[in-house]
């Protein structure tokens, strides 16, 4: 297990450490502002600062709150309508076309109406992340509900499996890797959407309001700061969603 994770995390730091290289090298050498451009030990100094005074780790939960809120009630109403969508031919053809058209909206676009409805509040961030996290999670439920092999579809007539059981037996196992797939586009998406939702929408605890804070003052350090904990945290989030998504379809 050791040895197999030592190239691993060799491969994955590799590429980090150039680039930090590469910014120390350009800050070094005076070929930037560091009124814009700080250097590394300006950002990382900035950064212990901002979580030891207790500023990051509030910023950093709230917006994970937040996240999770909004990708739940995504998943919560991208699922069953996925399946529906799929299993369903006639539900199919009466929504299918107009879900198609919902999906090419762009998320953005949302902010001005999602406001109008639900005030600019904490409401409407979660509503507004959730539509992020719902469109890929229904187009991945629709996917697999629809990708039952012909081999067991035949399977499940010859048992004589009653609809019910067909669904519960056949096509949601089948139908179980798209849906963690979309899951986990879903979490990436959601957490996009968090940032968008905190920076566009009211000022509220977030890392959100790390970046306006920066922004406003003229500290890119401190705007750094946001940006590589948001980095650090989006992939967090996708690691321990493959890690999870692997768990559930380790049968197969």
């Known amino acids: 297990m050791t040895a197999g994770l030592a190239p691993r995390v060799l491969r994955f730091s590799l590429l980090p450490l150039a680039l930090l290289a590469l910014w120390?090298?350009?800050?070094?050498?005076?070929?930037?502002d560091l009124r814009e451009f700080p250097a590394p030990a300006t950002v990382f100094a900035r950064a212990l600062g901002e979580w030891q005074s207790g500023v990051l780790p509030e910023a950093?939960?709230?917006?994970?709150?937040?996240?999770?809120?909004g990708f739940a009630?995504?998943?919560a109403a991208g699922i069953p309508l996925g399946l529906t969508l799929g299993l369903s031919p006639w539900?199919?053809?009466?929504?299918?076309?107009?879900?198609?058209?919902?999906?090419?909206?762009?998320?953005f676009a949302w902010?001005?109406?999602?406001?109008?409805?639900f005030g600019m509040g904490e409401s409407a961030k979660v509503v507004f992340i959730a539509t992020a996290a719902f469109v890929p999670i229904t187009v991945n439920a629709w996917a697999g509900a629809r990708a039952l092999p012909q081999t067991l579809e035949e399977a499940t007539a010859v048992l004589r499996f009653s609809p019910w059981q067909r669904l519960i037996w056949a096509r949601l196992p089948a139908a179980l890797p798209d849906i963690v797939a979309g899951l986990r586009v879903g979490l990436?998406?959601?957490?996009?959407?968090?940032?968008?939702?905190e920076?566009?929408?009211s000022v509220a605890p977030?890392?959100?309001?790390?970046?306006?804070s920066g922004r406003d003052l003229y500290a890119m350090d401190l705007v750094l700061v946001g940006v590589l904990v948001l980095g650090l945290t989006g992939v967090a989030l996708d690691t321990v969603a493959s890690r999870l998504g692997a768990i559930l379809i380790r049968w197969q």
Not at 91 to 107: C, E, W
Not at 111 to 117: M, T
């Open 199 to 201: 920076y566009f929408m």
């Open 24 to 32: 120390q090298g350009v800050t070094a050498a005076g070929w930037t």
């Open 188 to 197: 990436i998406n959601a957490w996009l959407a968090t940032v968008g939702a």
């Open 60 to 69: 950093l939960l709230a917006s994970l709150a937040r996240d999770l809120a």
């Open 206 to 212: 977030g890392l959100g309001s790390v970046l306006i």
């Open 91 to 107: 539900f199919g053809r009466l929504v299918g076309p107009t879900f198609d058209s919902f999906k090419q909206i762009a998320i």
């Open 111 to 117: 902010i001005p109406l999602f406001g109008l409805w």
């Open 73 to 75: 009630l995504g998943a």
